[in-house]
């Protein structure tokens, strides 16, 4: 009896918390990965390679010397989650039957989906996934330009194209803009777009637009929601003044604003290049964005999720381009 409880607290104190969980990385780790498996062993006395071959079953890691460390930090959530309470080390519970949205909206189906063993956040939208929420991951990119995605929330993973907030369309401005491609939105995200841009007289008084005025975008996005078009292209200059316009306009919830402000902030760090990122070595585009992403000294919930990512579109971008503009890198369809 006295020797579960001396487990239990030992599993408690040794283990990383779930906030160091998200900051691990490489050799330490792997390690803990290790390291946990045994002490879940231990404690609900069975083989670690019984234990292992759970773990890889319910995070969907196939086989953990080739699992991402994405996959190797969720690995580390459940351990704990088993360590903490050895009740819980159960099968996996059966995979739930998600009805995806069709047509225009709809995502590819996710690689793996899990019920979350700790409260986590969404690795794209930054909002709250809580214990026994729905959670799961993408499959990897196929253009290697792309970074795969973290664990996603059930919006992301499923709804984000079919019910789009306004926060995921200028998520899907920025991973355009970080992979040199024209930003593809489709008739929903054309709607939300077009809307926002037009409640209030704001966006087009700023400076953005003045110099450089999106009326005829407004008339595209229009004409998207009217045919109920899979992509509309927005070009790269144009799509800067639209985050302009929409940045210096007052209002929105509190998570838009600090959304927008990231991007503009972002924006302009891949222009100034502040903390002087090599660019000889990594060159002008994605790679070198990545990088100055990943030096600002003023990290946002887009810096500390890098990038760029796939966000998908259907159909895939041989439809309506506007002049000088290349959607080709983002073609996963
Ligand atoms: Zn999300």
Known sequence: MTFEAVTLDMATLDFPTAADIGTLSGAPLRSWVDTGIDTVAASVGKPAERVR?????TTGAKDLTAADEEDLRECLRVLRAWANNPASYIPPARKPKVERPEGIGQLPVPRV???AHTDTVCGLCADPVKTGDLTGRMRDPKHKLFTPMGWLCA?????????????????????????SSAVGLNAYECG?????????????????????????????????????????????????????ALTAAPGGSAAERELLHAVAQHLDEWHTNPRGVDV?????????????LKATDRPTVLSERG???DLHHTPPPTTEQESGTDASVADDA
């Open 53 to 57: 071959s759970r773990l890889t079953e």
């Open 192 to 244: 939300i777009l077009h809307a926002w841009l037009t409640e209030t007289e704001a966006p087009s008084a700023s400076t953005a637009w003045r110099d450089d005025p999106l009326d005829t975008t407004l008339v595209r996005l229009e004409t998207a929601v009217t045919e109920g078009k899979g992509a509309t292209w927005i070009a790269f200059p144009t799509a800067h003044t639209v985050i302009a």
């Open 113 to 115: 989906i899990k019920q």
């Open 307 to 309: 990038g760029p990512f």
């Open 280 to 292: 000889r070595r990594y060159g002008t585009g994605p790679r070198c964005r990545a990088q100055v």
């Open 155 to 179: 919006r992301c993973l499923y709804e984000r194209r079919e019910n789009p907030r306004r926060r995921d369309v200028v998520l899907r401005i920025f991973h355009h803009l970080f992979a």
